[in-house]
């Protein structure tokens, strides 16, 4: 979208979210936008980069939202320290790794990586992660094929 707009254009998002990971992302779309002449307005909360007072308003709440987000996962941070102290988390079990030679013996043997998947229940990912950390031989072997 944004190689596409133009000197004049006005580029409209529902929610800031929708347009920038965090603060410094926020900040470099803007000064994209804003450098090649294009205003942009936030639908939900009324900000338009058209103005000072809005571009003041976009760079506070992207600070404001990037701080919640740190604070957010700071208290996560602290729950799962406390709940491993008491015992209570374990962390997801691990899937993927405790299949490992069945992946690379269902390769060897011909097993197209979406049968392996489907008859594993694992994701593509997984399965040429597993591939590649084990036997990187396999990803040019034909018998590696899909």
């Known amino acids: 979208m ?10 409209h998002v ?15 779309v ?6 090649k002449g294009v205003a942009l307005n936030i639908l939900n909360i009324g900000i338009n980069t058209a103005t000072p007072t809005g ?6 709440i992207g600070a404001i939202a990037t701080f919640e ?11 799962i320290a406390l709940a491993k102290l008491k015992g209570k988390y ?3 079990k691990p899937t993927a790794r ?13 097993t197209s990586k979406a049968g392996i998947s489907h008859l594993l229940k694992l994701g593509i990912t997984s ?9 990187p031989d396999l990803l040019e072997n034909k018998h590696c094929n899909d």
């Not at 803007?30 to 450098?35: I, K, N, T, V």
């Open 127 to 135: 399965i040429y992660r597993i591939i590649r950390v084990n036997r």
């Open 30 to 35: 803007s000064e994209y936008l804003q450098g």
């Open 90 to 92: 374990k962390g997801r």
């Open 98 to 110: 405790s299949k490992t030679k069945e992946v690379i013996e269902l390769v060897e043997n011909g």
């Open 2 to 11: 944004l190689e596409w707009v133009r000197e004049g254009d006005t580029v």
């Open 69 to 79: 987000r740190e604070m957010m996962l700071e208290r996560q941070a602290e729950g």
């Open 55 to 60: 571009k003041l308003m976009l760079t506070m």
């Open 14 to 28: 529902t929610k800031l979210d929708r347009l920038a990971r965090n603060t410094r992302h926020l900040l470099e």
